[in-house]
């Protein structure tokens, strides 16, 4: 720790750099412990110098396995700088650049410390924003690719959208390494969620995936759930299997250890042996002469041996059947455990299938459950419409009554209240009925205010209506007052009429009265109908709840069972494994046996291996001279052909010079005029 803290300034005075004193303090309050020792230097604003010569002391190997960087307001080029120290360095196992705001250039320098460092097993890199350009996390993706140590990442609030994660699903397909990886508080999506369960499905390391607030459906959410639960359960059987391999792999390894031993002591054993038979052999040759007849004995004895031998030889014969048949033996007990592995694997087969057909027995059950309930709320809604066009008939009495005289106001006066007695009695059986929905009666119940608001204020406006039209009447009246004489008759009648239409609308609004009764009875009855089939729904699910209690406990036996005939299994493969033991040892004692005479055998080998290595050399030899005197005799032969050549130029040359002296001379002139 001092020694970091003296180089830190070192490089401070070799740069020309001034100290942070923070950063110095930090250094000072830093310890080592028996895991390693971490360095935290969050919340330090860290200049592009100090960077620089921090990255310069980290190229080194340090005491630190763990370095905190959260909030260090890291520019680009300082991160740059100081992400490059840790290329080369072998001891820092745990680094953490939480909220530094690192961009492009710190994704590309991300990517290239992934892809060069060794010795990374967790990088912390929340709340950054890598996921901005596209570009730059497609290189931090390939870097993770190539990376084979990293264990935990986590990349929470790092704006990663769908290309981003479609990018880190191709770099998971290629890494197998990661086995934490956090993308909370991203931006993922549908798209990116797919892409991820597609790299699941490749990826067999990832045993831990946070992906919460990042707009993915449930279903993905959930098949992403089951791939990391497949591959945890995958993990931990290969656990299992390693420690088994382990603890076999020592047991295998303190029994080399000890047939070792009891080679060396055999061997020893051996030592002896021949150095008492040299010193016999020494004591015999000087007693030869005296000893012939212990000579013939000794032959008596070699006799002996030979026949001993091939007992030990007969023996080695029956030991290896002896072998081969334990052998048969383990392929037997092999073959008996996988067939019970088989049938307790058919056993759990019929009874997963059987817990599938009931599941879906009772998803069945369920959706018919739902179907039954959609088709009840249809009927409430349907209801309500009823009740609604009631109402808007009430309201249009309400507007035919306004027109008519006081004598119908008072009448439809007590009309409404007793509409209004219904309503409330309506009200009452509906919220009975619909406690179990309340938000959609409440829902209804602000539609209806709304509507009954609607209502009023078309009433004001119709009052409103009905004063101009009084206004209009007081001013007909007014110049109808000189014309009243002639049209009282005309009231008399007018009136009479007016009283028999004023009877029909009483008796109408009685039958509409009557109709409403009617239909409020009808929905009381629909109300004890439904309230009927709810408690049967909620017999029917306490049935399945039985049923699920039965089959949890059948599933707690089953998995007893196994348990104990696992207990079982173990118990016959430490029997079996103390009688291999046994035979083991007695098969150590037939070899060393068997010793001595591969020994010999050896021996033979190695003078019939110099022998051929003799006879090779010497072929060798004699092919070389061979070859020189080939090379010699073709030589000789390009000699005499190049003195043939010679002798036949010669001779042309002769024959030419012969021919131009007989030519030339004068018998050849003689003999010209016979020819």
């Given at each position: 720790?001092e020694?970091?803290?003296?180089?830190y300034?070192r490089?401070?005075k070799?740069?020309?750099?001034?100290p942070q004193?923070s950063?110095v303090?930090r250094l000072?309050e830093?310890r080592?412990s028996?895991?390693g020792?971490?360095?935290d230097l969050?919340?330090?604003s860290?200049?592009a110098?100090?960077?620089?010569?921090l990255?310069?002391?980290f190229q080194?190997?340090?005491?630190f396995?763990?370095?905190s960087?959260?909030?260090?307001m890291l520019s680009?080029e300082g991160?740059k700088v100081?992400?490059a120290g840790?290329?080369s360095?072998?001891?820092?196992?745990?680094?953490?650049?939480?909220?530094?705001?690192l961009?492009s250039q710190?994704a590309?320098?991300?990517?290239k410390?992934l892809?060069r460092?060794?010795?990374l097993?967790?990088?912390?890199?929340e709340w950054?924003?890598l996921?901005?350009?596209?570009?730059a996390f497609?290189l931090?993706?390939d870097?993770l690719?190539?990376?084979?140590v990293?264990?935990?990442l986590d990349?929470r609030?790092?704006?990663i959208n769908h290309?981003?994660?479609s990018?880190?699903?191709?770099?998971l397909?290629?890494?197998n390494t990661?086995?934490?990886l956090?993308?909370?508080?991203?931006?993922?999506?549908?798209?990116?969620?797919?892409?991820?369960l597609?790299?699941?499905q490749?990826?067999k390391s990832?045993?831990?995936?946070?992906?919460a607030?990042?707009?993915?459906?449930?279903?993905?959410l959930?098949?992403l759930?089951?791939t990391?639960g497949?591959?945890?359960d995958?993990?931990s059987n290969?656990r299992?299997?390693?420690s088994r391999?382990q603890?076999l792999?020592?047991?295998i390894h303190?029994l080399?250890?000890?047939k070792?031993?009891?080679?060396l002591?055999?061997?020893?054993?051996?030592?002896r042996q021949?150095?008492?038979?040299?010193?016999s052999?020494r004591?015999t040759s000087i007693?030869i002469?005296?000893?012939q007849?212990?000579?013939?004995?000794?032959?008596?004895?070699?006799?002996?041996l030979?026949?001993?031998l091939q007992?030990?030889?007969?023996?080695l014969a029956l030991?290896?059947?002896?072998?081969?048949?334990?052998g048969e033996?383990?392929t037997?007990?092999?073959?008996?455990k996988e067939?019970?592995?088989e049938r307790q694997s058919?056993?759990?087969?019929?009874e997963q299938?059987d817990?599938?057909?009931?599941e879906?027995?009772?998803?069945?059950?369920?959706?018919?459950l739902?179907?039954?309930?959609?088709q009840?709320?249809?009927k409430?809604e349907?209801m309500?419409r009823?009740?609604?066009?009631q109402q808007?008939?009430i309201f249009e009495v309400?507007q035919?009554l306004?027109?008519?005289?006081?004598?119908l106001?008072?009448?439809?006066a007590q009309?409404e209240?007793r509409?209004?007695?219904?309503?409330?009695?309506?009200?009452?059986?509906?919220e009975?009925?619909?406690?179990?929905?309340?938000k959609?009666?409440d829902?209804?119940?602000?539609?209806?205010?709304?509507?009954?608001?609607?209502?009023?204020e078309?009433?004001?406006?119709?009052?409103g209506q009905?004063i101009q039209?009084?206004?209009?009447?007081s001013?007909?009246k007014?110049?109808c007052?000189?014309?009243r004489?002639?049209a009282e008759e005309e009231?008399g009648?007018?009136?009479?009429?007016?009283?028999?239409?004023?009877q029909e609308h009483?008796s109408s609004?009685?039958e509409k009265?009557?109709?409403?009764r009617s239909s409020l009875?009808?929905v009381q009855?629909h109300?004890s109908?439904?309230?009927?089939?709810?408690?049967?729904?909620?017999a029917?699910?306490?049935?399945?709840?039985i049923?699920m209690d039965?089959?949890?406990?059948?599933?707690?036996?089953l998995?007893?069972?196994?348990?104990?005939?696992d207990?079982?299994?173990?118990?016959e493969v430490?029997?079996?494994r103390?009688?291999?033991?046994?035979?083991?040892?007695h098969?150590?004692?037939e070899?060393t046996?068997?010793?001595?005479l591969?020994?010999k055998?050896?021996a033979l080998?190695?003078e019939i291996?110099?022998?051929?290595?003799?006879?090779r050399?010497?072929?060798?030899?004699?092919e070389?001279?061979?070859?020189?005197?080939?090379?010699?005799l073709r030589?000789?032969?390009?000699?005499i052909?190049?003195?043939?050549e010679?002798e036949?130029?010669?001779?042309?040359y002769l024959?030419s010079?012969?021919?131009?002296?007989?030519q030339?001379?004068p018998l050849?002139?003689f003999s010209?005029?016979?020819?």
């Open positions: 720790m020694d970091f803290r003296r180089t300034l490089l401070c070799e740069g020309g750099v001034e004193e950063v303090a000072q830093s080592v028996a895991q020792s971490r360095l969050s919340g330090q860290l200049s110098e100090t960077c620089s010569v990255a310069r002391a080194n190997d340090t005491v396995t763990e370095v960087l959260s909030d260090c680009e991160a100081l992400l840790f290329f360095n072998t001891t820092v196992k745990v680094l953490d650049l939480k909220g530094n705001n961009r710190g590309e320098v991300l990517g410390l892809a460092n060794k010795t097993r967790r990088l912390v890199l950054n924003a996921g901005v350009w596209d570009e497609s931090f993706c870097g690719a190539s990376n084979s990293l264990t935990q990349l609030n790092n704006q290309q981003g994660a990018e880190l699903a191709l770099a397909k290629r890494n990661v086995e934490v956090d993308l909370r508080w991203n931006s993922i999506g549908l798209l990116g969620g797919r892409s991820l597609e790299a699941l490749k990826n990832i045993v831990q995936l946070e992906t607030g990042n707009n993915i459906p449930s279903d993905t959930r098949a759930e089951q990391t497949h591959n945890s995958r993990q290969m299992e299997s390693r391999s603890v792999n020592k047991e303190k080399k250890e000890e070792g031993k009891q080679f002591s055999l061997m020893e054993t051996i030592d021949r150095e008492e038979m040299g010193h052999n004591s007693q002469g005296q000893l007849e212990a000579l013939n004995e000794r032959k008596s004895a070699v006799n002996s030979t026949a001993k007992m030990t030889e007969a023996a030991s290896e059947q002896k072998s081969h048949n334990m033996l383990l037997r007990v092999k073959a008996e067939q019970q592995r058919r056993e759990r087969k019929k299938e817990s599938v057909l009931r879906g027995k009772l998803l069945r059950e369920t959706q018919n739902t179907e039954t309930n959609i009840l709320r249809s409430v349907e309500e009823r009740c609604k066009s808007q008939q309400k035919e306004t027109n008519s005289t006081a004598e106001k008072l009448r439809l009309a209240d509409l209004e007695m219904e309503k409330r009695r309506s009200k009452q059986a509906l009975d009925m619909d406690s179990l929905r309340q959609e009666v829902h209804v119940n602000r539609h209806l205010e709304e509507s009954e608001r609607t209502l009023q078309r009433i004001f406006k119709l009052e009905r039209l009084e206004e209009e009447l001013k007909a007014a110049a007052v000189t014309e004489a002639q009231l009648r007018v009136r009479a009429q007016v009283r028999l239409e004023e009483v609004l009685e009265l009557r109709s409403v009875q009808e009855l109300c109908q439904q309230k009927q089939t709810i408690s049967e729904l909620q029917k699910n306490s049935q399945q709840s049923e039965g089959l949890r406990r059948r599933i707690d036996e998995q007893q069972e196994l348990s104990g005939k207990q079982e299994r173990v118990a430490s029997r079996v103390v009688e291999l033991q046994e035979q083991i040892g098969l150590q004692a070899r046996a068997q010793g001595g591969k020994e055998i050896s080998e190695r291996k110099v022998l051929s290595s003799n006879h050399e010497a072929l060798l030899d004699k070389s001279e061979m070859s020189s005197m080939l090379e010699k030589l000789k032969e390009a000699e052909q190049r003195m043939r010679d036949a130029t010669r001779a042309s024959q010079a012969i021919l131009t002296y007989v030339g001379s050849g002139h010209s005029p016979k020819k």
